[in-house]
């Protein structure tokens, strides 16, 4: 297994649109234990293919605390939501930033596993909430799209200030 690198905002690469899996072969399973790899190293609790300039749509997650419940969806949709939760975000691809956001509470989500078998699975609380973290990568959109312009020129000085205290 390989660690892959992660593409930081604001590159461009994370505003790629990803496109369907039609190829459910090995190198599908080879870059699956490779974002799996990166997601455990990372210390996060998802990943999308996008994060690691894979532009097809896949990600995967693991919100457990003893991270043993990994869980992969391949061409994921969201088939129903209900409810609002706000819940204070973080993104391996925006480093040292977290914010508010509102979201749908509970989701139904039909996807396909690795075998390219469709499968449907309820998720509600932290689990939905990154379901639909990591589905917006999926189509090129980041958790700081939904703030404010105040509070988004706040978060692009902050990482400013932390990359020009990283080079000295
Ligand atoms: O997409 C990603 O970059 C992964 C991201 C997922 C996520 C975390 C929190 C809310 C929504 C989505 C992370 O894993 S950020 C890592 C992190 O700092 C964190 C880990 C557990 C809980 C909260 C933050
Ligand atoms: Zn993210």
Redesign the pocket.
């Known amino acids: 297994m390989s660690q892959l690198s ?1 593409l930081e905002y604001p590159d461009p690469r994370l505003r790629t649109i990803a496109t369907p899996v039609v190829d459910f072969n090995e190198a599908l399973e080879i870059l699956v234990n490779n974002m799996r790899e990166t ?1 455990y190293q ?7 293919a996008t ?1 690691v300039d894979i532009h097809q749509r896949l990600l995967v997650m693991d ?1 457990s605390a003893e991270q043993d419940d990994f869980m992969l969806f391949i061409n994921p949709e969201i088939i129903a939501r209900d409810g609002l939760q706000t ?8 480093p040292g930033i ?1 914010a508010n ?1 509102k979201r749908a509470e509970q989701l139904k989500v039909r996807a396909q596993s690795l075998a390219g078998e469709t499968f449907e699975k309820d998720l509600d609380g ?1 689990a939905a ?2 379901l639909q ?2 589905m917006d ?1 999926l189509q090129g959109k980041l ?1 700081v799209d939904y703030l404010s312009p105040l509070k988004r020129a706040m978060v692009n000085k902050k990482l400013e200030k932390q990359r020009r205290q990283e080079v000295t």
Do not use: D, K, P, W
């Not at 990372?42 to 999308?48: E, V």
């Not at 819940?87 to 925006?94: F, K, P, R, Y």
């Open positions: 992660i997601m990372a210390n996060g609790i998802g990943l999308a994060q919100v819940h204070e975000e973080g993104c391996l691809s925006v977290f956001v932290l909430v990154c973290h990591e990568h958790f």
